[in-house]
Each structure stands twice: as C-alpha cells, then as structure tokens.
C-alpha cells in the first residue's frame, strides 16, 4: 500500500485535505510571530491549535521553513555553504547536516504521533532548493539549468533516503517560485525528469507529487488530485471540489477568520 492510499484510506469519505496553513496560522494564531521550528514543545503546541481550528487530514511540514529556521540558528553551517562557489555544493553541505535530518525525523514522528494524522512532507523541488542554498550561501546562480537541477535531485534523493520510515502520507515537491529566488530556470521542472527521486520513493513505497501555481501532479495518478485556490477562503464562489480525493490548498494569510470557518464548513459537507 503506498504512503497517499494510507492516507485517503484514513480520512473521512475517503478524500484527504491538506492544508498549507503556515501564513495564515502566523498571522492569526502567532499574531505575526515565528512558528517555532527550533523547540518541538512548543512547535507541538502550535500545531494542536492549528488542527483544532481547521481539522486537516494530515499534518503539513514545510521543510524549506523548516531549515530556513534551523540556518537562523548555526550561522557555521552558513558559512561552510558558502566556502566553495561550485554548483550545488552548497545544498549539498546543506542536506549533509546529519543533526537537522535528526531534528527533522523527531519532528514528523511526534507531530503525527500528537494529531494521529499522517504527514504530508513539502519539500522544495531540487531546481529551487538548489537555488535558493546558493542564495543563502551567497554564491547565487544566475540561471539552473537541467543537469544542475539533475544533480541536486540526486542529493535530495540521497537525504530522503537518510529519513528512513517515518509516517509519511506524501513527499511533495514545491516547483513554485517565490519572491526572492534570484536565479531562473532553463526549463519548466517535471516530476518524471528526476528518477533517482522517483526510485527512493518506490524504495520506501512513498508517493512523490510535485506542486505547481494552479495544480499538482502525482506519480501514477495514485488519486485524483486537485489545487484549491486561495480565493476559496476569501469567500469567492469556487466551487468545492467535486470527485477529487486528494485537495491541497493554502489559506492566505489575509484571510479573515469568520470566512476560514465558514468555508472549511462548508468543505466538510461537500
């Protein structure tokens, strides 16, 4: 049974939301303060509050939050991405910390063991990861092309293959760019064009997906998957999702709280 089955297998009727809620939980919830990534108390804390006020299917785990939060605090680690300028030699100093795949690995297993929900793992897809390790090195590229993006796959498959068992629903690639990446892309990212990605996943019998803007593609169509657009939780009239059994969605951070209830209401009756 592969990692996504288990999870819509446990969700009600069988459809699984999972909700990046990270903007909006540090706006409403944190009131604009930093979710703590570095204490696993109080990050366990935080977590509770945020499922008992939206009650997603799964536990979302930012790790480009995540290690942007744990470079916060060892600026040496900073520094050593930064002592040769060489292509990806700086994510790979990155992935290589084996004290924050540890931390990591605690993360996941006691949040999922806290909500009783599997973990849907959203990482940075290997072009932008790849990028935005430079950027924090200062050692910026001006353009990732194929093969880079290729070799920065195999270093992410290499630190996915370090995590070992943990309760995983998803790993999920963010292709999306933001603001602030200071290289481009020679081409368009696809999930297919990283096999050494594809062959840990099989590995560990995980299902690897990849986000887009506007959409999110799943390796063998494992489910019927769909994007919910942030303008549902502004109260515009898109449509719930019909026959989708897998929903990802981001509520932003400027949307009002009444509104979030009422349209994650409305979600559990569709």
Aim: net charge negative.
């Amino acid at each position: 049974m592969s990692t996504l089955t288990a999870l819509l297998d446990a969700a009600p009727g069988g459809r699984a939301l999972v909700i990046d809620h990270d903007a909006y939980a540090t706006a409403v919830l944190r009131q604009g303060g930093e979710i703590p990534w570095g204490n696993l108390a109080a990050l366990t804390g935080h977590v509770a509050q945020v499922h008992a006020l939206l009650d997603p299917d799964a536990v979302f785990i930012d790790t480009g939050s995540f290690y942007d939060a744990y470079l916060a605090a060892t600026p040496d680690l900073v520094s050593a991405m930064g002592k040769r300028s060489r292509t990806g030699y700086s994510l790979r100093t990155l992935l290589g910390d084996e004290f924050a795949v540890g931390r990591l690995v605690s993360t996941m297993r006691t949040l999922a063991d806290s909500t009783r929900r599997r973990v849907v793992l959203s990482v940075p897809s290997p072009a932008r990861w790849l990028m935005r390790a430079h950027d924090r090195a200062g050692t910026s590229l001006g353009e990732v092309g194929e093969d880079h993006a290729d070799s920065a796959s195999m270093y992410l498959a290499e630190w996915l293959g370090r995590l070992g068992s943990p309760p995983l629903g998803l790993v999920l690639l963010d292709a999306r760019a933001r603001c602030g990446d200071s290289a481009t892309l020679e081409s368009p990212e696809r999930l297919g064009d990283y096999s050494s990605l594809t062959n840990v996943a099989g590995h560990f019998d995980w299902t690897l997906a990849m986000r887009f803007d506007s959409s999110i593609e799943v390796a063998g169509d494992a489910a019927r998957a769909t994007v919910l657009p942030e303008a549902f939780w502004h109260g515009e009239d898109e449509t719930p999702p019909d026959g989708a059994r897998f929903v990802l969605t981001t509520i932003p951070a400027d949307a009002l709280p009444e509104t979030v209830l009422m349209r994650r209401a409305l979600l559990k009756e569709a």
